[in-house]
């Protein structure tokens, strides 16, 4: 009997989703054991003509990170679409744009003078640019054009479940991976299309281990300002965290280290636009009714748009700066 | 032709949107470019509602709540008087306008004020023109579109 | 004129094409290495607090995202004018030691170390860490395995997440280590230790004792006489962390030693149109071209480099390992004369790794790092920093300019990899070169050979806990270039 075929792929990404799958460790064996693999291009040779080759829906499941930025990545995501049972955007880059997504403040044209202009290390005084096409002695050859904007997967097609996390954590992937396989092992239906897994239908906070109090606060310091209380709400101690806006799942493993959460997994349950609950929570636990004194406070908060985005502009309701 | 803004105006039950009726029934034209929402308190008003509003064809989006120190849920509109700002530094940050966007008391007796608000609120957006949202559409049919090989044995590039 | 083109490349860094034109008489006309991605860091820097960099930029690489963590954190630094307390540089040495000693171990065993360890013309399917682990044991693949979860916990402990960590802040860390945290690190160091020596071992007993590899390793098919470049520390030793940035040129002569904050004027980089890439050079030399020699500002990063520009290792093992590399390569142990050939890079590797295993030991004793002392917030503003560490791909540098404020204005970062896009280039050409010859029938050994010419880089991750039978199919599909058709089609296990 053959075993169901296991892709995954990676778009405009880092390689840490590609790295948290292989960080559930010895439980990879009952993966490996129990899919054939398809498609890896981080961990095997199959080239894209043989995913091509495959029958449409031959791929039981695949599990594609990445934003798509380029004409590559939309092509792959339509591929992998026509060739899979069951697609899920996996991680943050994927499901809401991530880190990459950040790029949506700015252009392409924004990126590429700079990168191939004004950086102090460039030398390039012809303003040679990458192109898709390009003539050489012995031919053509190309690379896939770069979009303005980034998209996420289920902005360019028909995604079945999304598992969020920058990366997932690989708790979170075992289990989910695990109950993948004892659905289709035992037969069993799979949860409702558009599902998020690996996460919980709460925030962040509700994981953390701090002690929480009544939120007041005056001022936001930066994190290195401060040595904070290791066991007190960082919110509540003047440090910006993303926390009340995001979902959990990830076992709030920054804030235990000390550091505020910056959001990687996304908008929590029912939430449409993460920068816009953050804003509004935020508003929540501002002290003030001055509105001179509010005027001061909110211009004093470091970077809101970087930090209320960071792993979800492209896909909020604006989706990019417009300047 | 002139540009007519589309104004998106969220209303608090108890005071703004009271006002707002009071013009009505006393006759006062104010221009009808402005949709109403009644909430029952400005402090229900999410950020989310403006980008919402914006992004999918406003022009302008007017907040109206109870005075300060009248709320009927006592601190609603306070959390309103904070969140209208930093929604206002989301949108410059944005490259949008902050002036799009636009808070005001207005209580239950006063018609008139909100009839004057709206007015100078409806020129205001038409003097800063319609809202135009960068395209997000990409063209998948340029001629130097990366190609994938659809299907095997195709004799054009293998990718 | 033929045309082939090997896409996606697979088992190295994210993206990378390779598109080969062939001659009507079955010689190599040229071929050009491209990289289809660009993501633009650089840009929506602006705007954010620089101390955030650190969390930021750890995305520009999940493999090694320690490696950006800590260059972006050391800028930060100089941004500030931060003063570390004692206790956060060794925390942060330490978690750094312990990252390199579960990479390299990855790519040795896994991606690189199969051509090696079985050879290049080994069949596809034992061409992997399953050939590996049939030469040398499964007791390997547990011991790597181990290796990898020994590394990620380690960065646990002190970076707070074992994919992007986030402890490293302006003035120090924000996560101080327990005696119980400690305790587990010295354990885990004895075991990278006794995994360091294994390797070793086993690169005598399965590379090294067969003579057909030494030669294949010293041939000329895989040689480039380069720059290199690495950072030393205070007595020229290798040092990961930090140190100033040594570049050596091809005839051992110093071109260069410099302080981070002084990069630009030594470095600079190149634009091809047909890659998002770009191809950085020694300034003073100058950019001439996909060329070697001293007169070519081409220069290689990578664990060779720092061997070669380096006078030795920190801790005794690899220091005499170190010794050993170099007499048997160059007659010389004392390393003053360079090593040359790409695939000798594997082995430096190795030399490297047993220095990252025996430093976290060294490091994980010393009591300091259980401090309450590790952070001190700065008080001031420079705005403007350069933070440099050795990624274990090459010379990361990450440079930040900010305003009053500490939000970053501009940000230029040239990235490990990066460094070697123009060795990589010349080393797929020349072997492509070599193997791809008139009359000779173009077969699944070109292939190999071909990709073995740039694995010896390391790709931008490390990935293999998991052993997969490598079937590796490969598909060769030769096209003549004029009418399209396919001239012939060559499959490795299709």
Not at chain 2, 34 to 63: E, I, K, T, Y
Not at chain 3, 269 to 281: A, D, G, M, R, T
Not at chain 3, 302 to 321: I, Y
Request: a negative charge.
């Amino acid at each position: 009997m053959t075993k169901p075929k296991l892709a995954v792929y990676w778009a405009a990404s880092c390689g840490g989703c590609d790295i948290a799958i292989l960080d559930i460790e010895e439980k990879i064996l009952a993966v490996a054991d129990f899919f054939d693999l398809a498609f890896w291009p981080c961990v095997a040779d199959f080239k894209y003509k043989d995913v091509a080759a495959l029958d449409d829906g031959a791929i039981t499941l695949t599990l594609f990170n990445g934003a798509i930025r380029n004409d590559e990545n939309f092509a792959i995501a339509e591929l992998l679409r026509r060739k899979s049972v069951v697609l899920c955007a996996f991680g943050s880059c994927a499901s809401d744009g991530g880190i990459p997504g950040m790029a949506n403040f700015y252009d392409r044209q924004a990126i590429f003078d700079y990168v191939y202009g004004k950086s102090p290390s460039t030398v390039n005084p012809d303003k040679v640019y990458p192109q898709p096409l390009t003539k050489v002695p012995e031919g053509e050859v190309y690379i896939p054009a770069m979009w303005d904007a980034v998209w996420t997967l289920p902005q360019v097609v028909d995604v079945d479940y999304i598992i969020p996390g920058c990366p997932p954590q690989s708790d979170q992937i075992a289990a989910v991976v695990g109950a993948v396989i004892d659905i289709l092992k035992n037969g069993k239906p799979l949860p409702p299309k558009g599902t998020v897994l690996g996460a919980t239908e709460s925030t962040c906070c509700d994981e953390c281990l701090r002690q929480r109090d009544v939120k007041k606060i005056k001022k936001f310091v930066r994190p290195f300002e401060i040595i904070p209380d290791p066991d007190l709400c960082l919110m509540e101690q003047g440090i910006l965290c993303v926390g009340p806006a995001t979902r959990g799942g990830c076992g709030a493993k920054c804030v235990a280290a000390g550091m505020p959460c910056r959001g990687c997994y996304g908008m929590p349950a029912n939430v449409r636009d993460q920068g816009a609950k953050m804003a509004s929570a935020l508003a929540s636990v501002i002290d003030s009714t001055d509105p001179e004194e509010i005027d001061r406070i909110v211009a004093a908060i470091p970077d809101p748009l970087g930090t209320f985005y960071r792993f979800t502009l492209a896909d909020s309701l604006l989706r990019r700066a417009q300047a | 032709m002139t540009f007519e803004p589309k104004i998106i105006g969220i209303l608090c039950n108890w005071c703004s949107y009271t006002g707002a009726d009071l013009a009505g029934t006393a006759r006062m034209k104010y221009p009808a470019n402005m949709r109403s929402v009644r909430v029952m308190c400005s402090g229900r008003v999410d950020p989310g509602f403006v980008f919402d509003a914006l992004a999918h064809g406003a022009d302008g989006v007017l907040v109206c709540g109870c005075h300060p120190g009248d709320c009927h849920y006592v601190e609603g509109n306070y959390k309103c008087l904070r969140r209208i700002p930093l929604t206002q530094r989301l949108l410059q940050e944005m490259g949008i306008d902050p002036k799009r966007l636009r808070l005001e008391w207005v209580s239950a007796s006063e018609g008139g004020r909100f009839q004057k608000i709206v007015t100078e609120f409806t020129e205001e957006i038409r003097a800063l023109g319609p809202l135009k949202l960068r395209d997000m559409k990409f063209d998948m049919n340029r001629p130097d579109r990366y190609s994938l090989m659809a299907e095997p044995g195709d004799k054009e590039h293998t990718y | 004129m033929k045309s082939i083109t090997i896409d996606p490349i697979t088992r190295l860094e994210g993206h990378g094409k390779i598109h080969l034109f062939v001659n009507d008489d079955g010689s190599l006309a040229n071929c050009y290495f491209q990289v289809p991605e660009l993501r633009g860091f650089e840009i929506f820097a602006r705007g954010r607090p620089v101390e955030e960099m650190a969390r930021i930029t750890t995305r520009i690489c999940g493999v090694c995202p320690d490696a950006h963590h800590m260059a972006a954190a050391k800028a930060a630094d100089a941004v500030y004018g931060a003063q570390l307390p004692p206790a956060a540089v060794k925390l942060r040495n330490l978690v750094y030691n312990a990252f390199f000693a579960g990479d390299h171990a990855t790519h040795f065993y896994a991606l690189g170390g199969p051509d090696f360890v079985c050879g290049p013309d080994a069949p596809p399917g034992e061409r992997n860490i399953l050939g590996v682990v049939a030469k040398v044991g499964l007791e390997a693949g547990k011991k790597v395995i181990a290796q990898r979860a020994a590394g990620q916990r380690i960065i646990e402990i002190i970076g707070g997440k074992k994919v992007h960590p986030v402890t490293a802040i302006p003035g120090g860390m924000s996560k101080r280590v327990s005696k119980e945290e400690q305790a587990e690190m010295i354990k885990l160091g004895e075991q990278m230790v006794e995994f360091g020596k294994f390797t070793i071992q086993v690169l005598n007993d399965v590379v090294l004792a067969n003579k057909a590899y030494v030669d294949m390793i010293l041939s000329d098919a895989y040689a480039h006489q380069t720059y290199n470049m690495g950072l030393v520390d205070a007595n020229n030793k290798v040092n990961f962390y930090d140190g100033k940035v040594r570049v050596v040129g091809p005839d051992g002569k110093e071109h260069a030693k410099y302080e981070p904050k002084d990069y630009l004027d030594y470095v600079a980089e190149h634009v091809e149109p047909y890659s998002y890439l770009k191809y950085p050079y020694l300034k003073k030399v100058g950019w001439k071209g996909f060329v070697d020699g001293v007169d070519s500002g081409v220069y290689k990063a990578s664990p060779l480099s720092r061997l070669n520009v380096s006078d030795g290792m920190a801790t005794p093992l690899a220091q005499a390992e170190y010794e050993r590399f170099y007499k048997t390569l160059t007659g010389d142990a004392s390393g003053k004369t360079m090593v040359h050939a790409t695939l000798a890079t594997h082995w430096a590797r190795v030399v490297e790794l047993m220095y990252a295993c025996e430093a976290t030991l060294q490091q994980a004793k010393d009591d300091e790092i259980t401090s309450d002392k590790i952070h001190n917030p700065p008080q001031g503003i420079v705005g403007e920093g350069v933070g440099i560490v050795e990624a274990p791909r090459g010379t990361l540098t990450h440079h930040y300019k900010t305003d009053q404020n500490g939000f970053v204005t501009e940000a230029n970062l040239i990235v490990g990899t990066t460094n070697n896009n123009a060795p990589i280039t010349m080393s797929i050409k020349r072997a492509a070169e070599g193997l791809i010859k008139k009359g000779t029938p173009i077969t699944h050994g070109i292939l190999n050979r071909i990709e073995m010419a740039f694995r010896a880089y390391d790709p931008c991750f490390g990935c293999a806990t998991h052993s997969l039978p490598g079937e590796m199919p490969l598909e060769l599909v030769i096209h003549d270039a004029r009418s399209g058709d396919v001239v012939d089609v060559v499959c490795r296990n299709c």
